[in-house]
């Protein structure tokens, strides 16, 4: 297991690792070390077998991620700036692609890049005391990592625009109605919540889960009629494998279904 200076990685014998940005007194900002850690840790999530699914946090109780790192921001020049922005949309890509099932821990404040991180994520679970926003265009710049991208995808143009248009956040509540998270649980019981989660989708067939990830991901980025190819192609591999006939046989059979994923 790598060793890291402000990220936590923990992937314990369940499968499910833990990667905890731990910047707390700078409310775990994404300075470019920490990115460039993220990225060492999600190589380690996609290359050992034994993870199978991935919950990303913050550490402390007061902050999820405020953000990229404001300090450096300020001393990044144009070109270089298009650069960061590259380099930190391929690593949350890379998150958002992963064949695993991801959760994005909620637990403070999920602001600009913070934000950005947790929509790279499968799934969203939020803390009451969560805000989540987009501030970019109070510091005169716009959103870098996908925040103009997979925000009206997940929540829609309008309530995108509002949030990326006027920097204001919103309250976890209020992340729930327009959908931007999935649940809203007390902070104490987020960790739990979110492992109980990913043990009911690890318990599917696993080819199912990774095919069924694809999918929606294809169809959003290149449209209806490619998605829905892609839908039945994989409708079809799904027909070949030992998992369709051990979950279908199961269902007949009143029991549960033991998948492995061949
Ligand atoms: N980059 C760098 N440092 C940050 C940061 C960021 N994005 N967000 C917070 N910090 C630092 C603060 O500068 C402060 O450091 P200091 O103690 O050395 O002064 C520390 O974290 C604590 O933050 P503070 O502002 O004192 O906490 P708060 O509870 O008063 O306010 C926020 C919390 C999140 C409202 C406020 O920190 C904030 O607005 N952060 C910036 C959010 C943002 O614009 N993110 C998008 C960047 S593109």
């Not at 470019?32 to 999600?42: H, K």
């Not at 991208?149 to 729930?176: F, K, M, W, Y």
Request: proline share 4%; net charge neutral; glycine share 12%.
């Amino acid at each position: 297991m790598s060793t890291f200076g402000n990220i936590l990685f923990d992937a314990p014998a369940d499968g499910i690792a833990t990667l905890t940005v731990n910047r707390p007194q700078k409310l775990n900002a994404l300075n470019a070390a920490t990115m460039n850690e993220i990225e060492r840790a999600l190589a380690e999530v996609e290359e050992n077998a034994s993870i199978r699914a991935l919950i990303v946090t913050g550490a402390g109780e007061k902050s999820f991620v405020a953000g990229a790192d404001i300090n450096e921001l300020a001393e990044t020049g144009p070109a270089e700036a298009v650069e960061k922005s590259r380099r930190g949309q391929r690593i949350l890509r890379r998150l958002e692609l992963m064949s695993k099932p991801s959760i994005a821990a909620i637990n403070g404040f999920a602001l600009g890049g913070g934000l950005e991180l947790a929509m790279a994520c499968t799934l969203r679970i939020a803390s009451p005391n969560a805000r989540l926003g987009q501030p970019e265009v109070k510091l005169g710049i716009i959103a870098g990592y996908g925040g103009t991208q997979r925000l009206p995808r997940l929540v829609g143009r309008g309530a995108a625009l509002e949030l990326l248009l006027t920097g204001e956040p919103v309250d976890a509540a209020e992340a729930q109605r327009i959908g931007l998270v999935n649940q809203v649980v007390p902070q104490e019981q987020l960790l739990g919540r979110c492992r109980e989660l990913l043990r009911k989708i690890l318990a599917n067939g696993p080819l199912a889960v990774g095919l069924t990830m694809q999918a929606v991901d294809l169809g959003l980025s290149s449209g209806i009629e490619e998605g829905l190819r892609y839908e039945s192609a994989a409708f079809g591999v799904t027909a070949a494998t030992e998992d369709r006939r051990e979950g279908t046989r199961a269902f007949l059979e009143k029991r549960q279904a033991v998948f492995t994923g061949r």
